[in-house]
T-cell receptor
């Protein structure tokens, strides 16, 4: 069975500081991993995804994530936080069998302090 | 290209009433997923449908909940005899293919409040 764990339900950073949101996964096969962002009262928007190939994945809005198999991690980073980055961030892993349903973490709420 | 459409965006029902949530996938997408987000929680998979077929409903409660995706028209998630615990945000996602790793595109959600 697959699952993801997001450590830290709330993260606060100063504007201009590094953003680091943690995601660890559990999967019996090579995982396909996703990061989505959710702004208040909106749907989820894809930031980036890892399927195969290069382990450092670049996404939209300056975000990137690195797949580390040895650490079963897929942490999301951004060098310099902007006020507009304040949102809820979800890590997800794709199901192994059946359809392509996603298993989501519980989310990390990012606050950016001016 | 319009994104995934969901309506209504907000729905208020009294206990015992029925709730019908609609989802129109992106153009060209024939795979639809429904997820439920309870307050302070992540999204939980409910059901996966293709046109006229339910492929996987393993996340759907056994009673009161049903889903369909007819040949014509939107996908419908139906909740009969709603209870307060059904209050949540319901998201629909669509994808053009069903292969593992395919990106899912999410709608804005329907926020259901049961009084």
């Amino acid at each position: 069975a697959q699952s993801v764990t997001q450590l830290g339900s709330h993260v606060s950073v100063s504007e201009g500081a590094l953003v680091l949101l943690r995601c660890n996964y559990s999967s019996s096969v090579p995982p396909y991993l996703f990061w989505y962002v959710q702004y208040p009262n909106q749907g989820l928007q894809l930031l980036l995804k890892y399927t195969t190939g290069a382990t450092l994945v670049k996404g939209i809005n300056g975000f990137e994530a690195e797949f580390k198999k040895s650490e079963t991690s897929f942490h999301l980073t951004k060098p310099s936080a902007h006020m507009s980055d304040a949102a809820e961030y979800f890590c997800a892993v794709s199901a192994i069998s059946g359809g392509n349903q996603f298993y989501f973490g519980t989310g990390t709420s990012l606050t950016v302090i001016p | 290209n319009a994104g995934v459409m969901q309506n209504p965006r907000h729905l208020v029902r009294r206990r015992g009433q029925e709730a019908r949530l609609r989802c129109s996938p992106m153009k060209g997408h024939s795979h639809v997923y429904w997820y439920r987000q309870l307050p302070e929680e992540g999204l939980k998979f409910m059901v996966y449908l293709q046109k006229e077929n339910i492929i996987d409903e393993s996340g759907m409660p056994k009673e009161r909940f049903s889903a369909e995706f007819p040949k014509e028209g939107p996908s419908i998630l139906r909740i009969q005899q709603v209870v307060r615990g059904d209050s949540a945000a319901y998201f629909c996602a669509s994808s053009p293919q069903s292969g593992r790793g395919e990106t899912q595109y999410f709608g804005p959600g329907t926020r259901l409040l049961v009084l």
